[in-house]
């Protein structure tokens, strides 16, 4: 989701408060400094933070229907990068305390604040964001620079391993044309002999071999690498319960105990398709909803499958954060990832790999957290079911 800066591109600071007259001094005291929005309830705000890019959000802890500790902590998933404090009386010290020690929020004012005061700590906050928000570009440019580099060095070691055999193809077709004029030499001085000719054509042949073989090696480095052009998969009959139960048993030995893997319906048929193929798109997608539950306390990931409309559809539930909505709509795109260290080819090849295959692979959020992959693979009528 972009969300809309300030004037001149800056980012604003919130302000919370349900008076009416606490907004209207914040604004006084900072509106001339930095560009300001206020809001006069907890809804309220959540849907400027949803609008507009916010460095800083400060919340009153005293309101109706939702107090500011609420609100921060609701703050933190919608603009998790906005630097949130709590405005609070002395009474309210220990709330603050708490909320700074969970998280929630940075640093608190006490009231009654004065204009002097405020103007420092939101300018320092403020400073934080920017520093922090510089930072990011940094890190992003940094790893677009990898990425470009990783295919620079994946480009020039695909030069090098077709030099050679294009080298080959070439010299041997040449060497093929040198024979055949020369045997076409011969021919117009005369008739040679039948020894000649077999000869030469026994050495045409083998040159003939040769040129294949190369061409052959060029064909499988270029299969071996490629994403976006292959050929549909050779077909055979894939018990998807063994595939299924192999890919799970690798990924219960990376992972270990740090992530629970369930299953449900546990409906496998015997289909056609590739099974190297099909088992990295399975491998793919569980290992991604692990990765996105593996620090959590309560990992899990549930896979099921079940038959619909003639096809084998099979799901991979994760209760992690789930993918944020501006990444939705790109998150089968080669080389986008949300992970700091994936190369974001793995899903990409892995929706090519089901479209290969008849099928399709998508992804949704689901209502109580976390995210879902689906697979859709077509049933062969002509091969039974697997017991």
């Not at 929706?351 to 959020?365: F, K, P, T």
């Given at each position: 989701m972009t969300r809309t800066p300030g004037?001149?591109?800056?980012?604003?600071?919130?302000?919370?408060?349900?008076?009416?007259?606490?907004?209207?001094?914040f604004k006084a005291a900072l509106g001339h400094r930095l560009p300001v929005l206020t809001a006069g309830s907890a809804s309220e705000a959540l849907v400027l933070l949803e609008q507009h890019e916010i460095a800083v959000l400060l919340s009153d802890q005293r309101m109706p229907g939702q107090?500011?500790?609420?609100?921060?902590?609701?703050?933190?998933?919608?603009?998790?990068?906005?630097?949130?404090?709590?405005v609070t009386a002395y009474s309210d010290l220990k709330t603050a305390v708490d909320a700074i020690n969970e998280g929630y929020v940075r640093r608190y004012i006490r009231k009654p604040w004065t204009s002097a005061e405020l103007v420092s700590?939101?300018?320092?906050?403020?400073?934080?964001?920017?520093?922090?928000?510089?930072?990011?570009?940094?890190?992003?440019?940094?790893?677009?620079?990898?990425?470009?580099?990783?295919?620079?060095?994946?480009?020039?070691?695909?030069?090098?391993?077709?030099?050679?055999?294009?080298?080959?193809?070439?010299?041997?077709?040449?060497?093929?044309?040198?024979?055949?004029d020369e045997q076409r030499e011969l021919l117009l001085r005369g008739t040679p002999s039948l020894d000649a000719q077999l000869h030469g054509l026994d050495q045409l042949r083998e040159l003939v071999d040769h040129t294949y073989e190369a061409a052959r090696r060029i064909l499988d480095i270029v299969a071996s690498v490629d994403v976006t052009t292959r050929s549909r998969p050779a077909l055979e009959r894939v018990d998807m319960r063994s595939l299924v139960d192999a890919t799970l048993r690798m990924v219960e030995m990376q992972f270990g105990h740090s992530v629970r893997i369930e299953r449900e319906n546990d409906e496998w048929p015997v289909i056609s398709g590739s099974r190297t193929a099909l088992g990295q798109v399975i491998s793919n997608v569980v290992v991604n909803a692990a990765q996105a539950v593996e620090t959590r306390a309560?990992?899990?990931?549930?896979?099921?499958?079940?038959?619909?409309?003639?096809?084998?559809?099979?799901?991979?539930?994760?209760?992690?954060?789930?993918?944020?909505?501006?990444?939705?709509?790109?998150?089968?795109?080669?080389?986008?990832?949300?992970?700091?260290?994936?190369?974001?080819?793995?899903?990409?090849?892995?929706?090519?790999?089901?479209?290969?295959?008849?099928?399709?692979?998508?992804?949704?959020?689901?209502?109580?957290?976390?995210?879902?992959?689906?697979?859709?693979?077509?049933?062969?009528?002509?091969?039974?079911?697997?017991?």
């Open positions: 004037p001149d591109g800056h980012p604003y600071v919130l302000f919370v408060d349900d008076e009416p007259a606490n907004l209207t001094v107090t500011g500790v609420e609100l921060l902590t609701a703050a933190r998933s919608v603009s998790p990068h906005s630097v949130r404090m709590l700590t939101v300018g320092d906050a403020y400073s934080v964001y920017q520093t922090e928000a510089s930072l990011r570009a940094l890190e992003k440019r940094l790893l677009q620079t990898e990425r470009l580099y990783a295919l620079g060095v994946v480009s020039a070691g695909l030069a090098h391993e077709l030099r050679n055999p294009a080298t080959w193809l070439s010299s041997s077709a040449l060497l093929c044309a040198q024979q055949i309560a990992a899990r990931v549930v896979l099921r499958s079940r038959i619909v409309d003639a096809q084998l559809q099979i799901e991979v539930d994760d209760n992690g954060a789930g993918i944020p909505a501006d990444a939705l709509p790109r998150i089968f795109d080669p080389f986008f990832s949300l992970k700091d260290t994936g190369t974001g080819l793995g899903l990409a090849i892995s929706r090519r790999i089901a479209r290969e295959h008849g099928g399709e692979l998508s992804a949704e959020n689901l209502g109580g957290g976390g995210a879902r992959f689906r697979l859709s693979l077509p049933l062969d009528v002509a091969v039974a079911a697997a017991g």
